[in-house]
């Protein structure tokens, strides 16, 4: 009976490790298009601080400014570049339920037909006296 309580307990605790993450809500996610976005715009604004300063020459900061552009418009910046994809709570739920009955069967399914629960328990105490008068060391066909 015990061991059929430590099982269930371990079933519980698998299924808590697969469920909790799927029961959180999900946070958002910016994708690397806007993050470089961000990045260039960085640049476009230390580009004319640097101008303005006198460190580098209009036609330099004009050049660069246009290699930044250009690096913004291959940009993908789609709505998927802003992370709008995100699960919904019912599609988590679906998701969950699934977890919850698919792997206690399953896990039931493959005990019944690869374990013997009805073999007899054999422990290695009490075998110590067949061990023992066993094969000799070195005689394969015994």
């Known amino acids: 009976m015990t061991q059929f309580l430590l099982f269930a307990l371990v079933t519980v605790a698998a299924l808590a490790m697969l469920i909790v993450p799927l029961l959180r809500p999900p946070a958002r996610r910016v994708a690397r298009a806007a993050y470089d976005l961000e990045v260039y715009r ?15 020459s209009e036609s330099q900061r004009d050049a660069a400014k246009r290699e930044i552009e250009r690096r913004v418009l291959a940009l993908d910046l789609g709505p998927a570049a802003w992370g709008d994809r995100t699960s919904t709570p019912m599609s988590r739920l679906i998701a969950a339920g699934a977890i919850l009955m698919i792997v206690p069967l ?25 061990i023992a008068g066993g094969a000799e060391a070195g005689d394969i066909e015994d």
């Open 42 to 56: 960085d640049q476009i604004a230390e580009l004319d601080s640097d101008a303005r300063r006198g460190l580098i």
């Open 106 to 130: 399953a896990a039931g399914a493959i005990y019944l037909g690869l374990g013997a629960p009805t073999l007899p328990d054999q422990p290695l105490a009490e075998r110590a006296a067949e």
